[in-house]
C-alpha cells in the first residue's frame, strides 16, 4: 500500500439463505479462546460449572424483560430509556446479542453487560472478550439507527460499572473477531487446542476439549495436569418391579407399585433411569427427562438392553460424519478393531493374573496371552482378527474358574470351565456374565450418545438390526475391567448367593433379589477410581468411559494419530 493511501473497510455482507447469526457470547468466547468457540457454536457442546452457574443466578433479574427501547428518532432527547433483556439482530453484520440492559437519553443508549465477579484491574479495565462482547451490542444498536458510542460492564460482585468506549481500536478487534468466528465455522476444522494456557483449568468445556490430553498425544512432551471437570454426583435410578410406575411430582421421581409411593429420587440427584421389564412411566415425566438430558434405557425383564429415549440427540454431526467416513474405510476399520481386541487379551491376561488363586504362578498361561496379542497385531483382515480374539476367549474363560473363591457359597456355584455360554445361559455365573455385559453395553451407549456418536454404526462388529455395534466395539477392552470383575467381586465377596437364580428348561437367570444386589456391585466398580496409564491422573471408570468416547472422536477428526485404548497395568 503506498504512503497515505486510505484503507477502505470492506462490509459485511448480508446473510442470505438459512445461514445463522453469530450471537455476541459467541464473539466472546471467540476472543477468549477459537477452540472454545468453535466447540459451542459448530459443535453444539456444552457443559455447567461453578462459573457458569454464578453467571445465571447473577442475570437473573436482568433476564426478566422491563422497559421499553424507543424506536430511534421517536424518542425526546431527554427521554430517560431503561429497557432490560433486550434482544436485537442485524442480517448485515450477521449478529445477533441478547442485552442485559440499554440506557440512555432520546437516540443515544448505552448497552450495559453484566459480568459475575469483580472489575479486573487490567489498564483497560475490562479484558478483551467481555470489551470486545459489548462491543458487539454497540454496532448492533448502531445498525439499528441509534447513537452509541460506549457501552458499560457491570461486575456483580464488586458492583462496579466500567465504562468501554467503542473507539476505532476497539471496533477493529471486534470486527477481526467476528470474521474469525465465521471463518473457523465455514472451514469445518477445529481450531488447535491452547497449550499450557492458565485459561483451561477453570474453563467448563475442558473436560470435552482435552486440551493438554490432544497436545501430550500429538507429541509426548508435557504429561496433562489433572482434568478440571465437575464431580458428578448424579447416579442412575433402576427400576425393575413388575407393573412398577415412573411419575413426576414437582422436582422429583416417584416409584410407585400397585398405586403406593415404593421410593423417591431428586431429579438432580439422576443420571439415567434404567428400566428393567415392563415399566410405565408418564409423559410428564418423559418431556421433564428429555428437557434434562437425562436419558431412559430399557430393557427386558432379563436385563437384555433394548435401546433408550433421549431428547432432540447431540448436535455435534462431524463426530457422527466423521464416524460413518471411517466406518467405511477397510484399513482404518481394521486398524481400531486391531486396537479393541488387542487391549481385550492385554486386560484379561492382567485381571487373571491379579485374580489367579492358584498357588503356581500361571507363567505359561500369560505367556500365551502374549501370543495371541501378536497373532491379532498381524491379522491381515477382520476375520482372522476375529479368530485371534476367539481364541484368547476361550483360553481366558477355561480358565476363569481360577479366579473364583472355592469358601462358602461361592464353591457351590456352577461354572462350565471350557466355554462361555449364553442364550440362554445354563449355570449361575454365566447367567451374570451375560446380565454385567447388557449393562456395560447400556452404559457405553450412554455414553457415546453424550458425547455424539451414532452407536449403531461400528467398527470391528459389523452393523445389524438393532445391535449398537460401535458400543460393543468400545465396551471389548472394559469387559474384563468392569463386567468380569464386578462379576468375580460378587462370587467372591458373597453379595450374591445361590439362592439368588431360578433355573428352568435347562436355563438360569437371576432372580430378583441377586439382581439388585448384582447392580449394587457393578455401579460401585463404575464409580471405583483409578489413576490414568498414559495421563497420570485419577478418574473414576464412570468418567473414563466418557474420556474414551471423547479421545476416539479426537482421532477420527484428524487431531490425535491413534485412539489410545484402555489398558491396566
Known amino acids: 500500500m503506498e504512503q497515505g493511501q486510505q484503507e477502505l473497510p470492506l462490509p459485511f455482507p448480508e446473510l442470505s439463505g438459512d445461514m445463522p447469526l453469530l450471537p455476541a457470547r459467541m464473539v466472546n468466547e471467540y476472543q477468549y479462546c477459537p477452540r472454545l468457540a468453535y466447540l459451542e457454536w459448530v459443535q453444539g457442546e456444552w457443559a455447567a460449572s461453578s462459573d457458569t452457574v454464578e453467571g445465571r443466578h447473577t442475570h437473573r433479574r436482568v433476564d426478566k424483560p422491563g422497559g421499553d427501547l424507543p424506536p430511534p428518532g421517536e424518542a425526546d ?117 491452547l497449550e499450557d494456557s492458565p485459561k483451561c483449568p477453570r474453563c467448563s468445556l475442558v473436560g470435552i476439549c482435552l486440551p493438554d490430553e490432544v497436545n501430550f498425544l500429538k507429541r509426548e512432551q508435557t504429561p496433562p495436569r489433572p482434568l478440571a471437570v465437575v464431580r458428578d454426583e448424579a447416579l442412575p435410578v433402576y427400576v425393575q418391579a413388575r407393573s412398577a410406575k415412573v411419575a413426576k411430582k414437582g422436582k422429583t421421581l416417584e416409584i410407585s407399585i400397585e398405586d403406593k409411593v415404593a421410593q423417591t429420587a431428586r431429579l438432580i440427584d439422576v443420571s439415567q433411569l434404567v428400566l428393567m421389564g415392563n415399566i410405565y412411566v408418564t409423559t410428564p415425566t418423559l418431556h421433564e427427562l428429555m428437557a ?105 474363560f477355561r480358565h476363569f474358574s481360577a479366579m473364583l473363591s472355592r469358601e462358602g457359597d461361592a464353591a457351590s456355584l456352577a461354572f462350565d470351565f471350557t466355554t462361555r455360554n449364553r442364550r440362554p445361559p445354563t449355570d449361575p455365573v454365566n447367567a451374570m456374565l451375560s446380565y454385567a455385559y447388557a449393562l456395560l453395553v447400556r452404559a457405553w451407549t450412554v455414553a457415546l450418545t453424550a458425547v455424539g456418536f451414532d452407536p449403531y454404526r461400528g467398527f470391528y462388529h459389523q452393523p445389524r438390526y438393532g445391535r449398537p455395534a460401535l458400543a460393543l466395539d468400545m465396551m471389548e477392552p472394559f469387559r474384563p475391567l468392569l463386567a468380569d470383575s464386578s462379576v468375580i467381586q460378587a462370587i467372591n465377596n458373597g453379595e450374591v448367593r445361590p439362592t439368588d437364580f431360578i433355573s428352568a428348561a435347562g436355563s438360569v437367570a437371576m432372580a430378583d433379589d441377586g439382581r439388585k444386589r448384582f447392580i449394587g456391585t457393578f455401579e460401585r466398580r463404575l464409580a471405583q477410581e483409578i489413576t490414568h496409564p498414559v495421563f497420570g491422573y485419577k478418574l473414576s471408570y464412570r468418567r473414563l468411559l466418557e474420556l474414551q468416547a471423547r479421545l476416539l472422536a479426537r482421532h477420527l477428526l484428524g487431531e490425535i494419530p491413534d485412539h489410545p485404548n484402555f489398558t491396566t497395568r
Open 77 to 193: 432527547e431527554e427521554e430517560r430509556i431503561h429497557a432490560r433483556s433486550i434482544t436485537l439482530s442485524s442480517n448485515r453484520l450477521g449478529l445477533i446479542a441478547k442485552m442485559d440492559l440499554v440506557e440512555g437519553e432520546g437516540n443515544r443508549v448505552t448497552p450495559v453487560d453484566y459480568k459475575r465477579g469483580k472489575r479486573p484491574h487490567v489498564p483497560q479495565g475490562a479484558y478483551e472478550p467481555e470489551r470486545v462482547q459489548v462491543c458487539v451490542q454497540g454496532m448492533i444498536l448502531e445498525e439499528h439507527g441509534y447513537r452509541c458510542e460506549e457501552g458499560v460492564l457491570y461486575f456483580a460482585q464488586s458492583r462496579e460499572r466500567v465504562r468501554i468506549p467503542f473507539d476505532e481500536e476497539l471496533r477493529a478487534l471486534t470486527r477481526n473477531a467476528i470474521d474469525g468466528l465465521r471463518l473457523i465455522a465455514a472451514g469445518g476444522t477445529i481450531p488447535p487446542p
Open 292 to 396: 434434562r438430558e437425562i436419558p431412559i434405557t430399557w430393557h427386558s425383564f432379563g436385563g437384555w438392553f433394548l435401546g433408550h429415549t433421549i431428547g432432540t440427540g447431540h448436535k455435534n454431526v462431524e463426530i457422527r460424519a466423521a464416524q460413518y467416513r471411517a466406518s467405511f474405510d477397510g484399513a482404518a476399520c481394521l486398524r481400531l478393531a486391531k486396537g479393541f481386541v488387542i487391549a481385550k487379551i492385554q486386560n484379561q491376561r492382567t485381571l487373571l493374573r491379579r485374580n489367579w488363586k492358584g498357588e503356581d504362578k500361571p507363567d505359561d498361561l500369560l505367556e500365551a496371552f502374549q501370543q495371541d496379542v501378536r497373532h491379532a497385531q498381524r491379522a491381515p483382515a477382520l476375520p482372522e482378527l476375529l479368530g485371534a480374539e476367539g481364541q484368547a476367549a476361550a483360553r481366558y
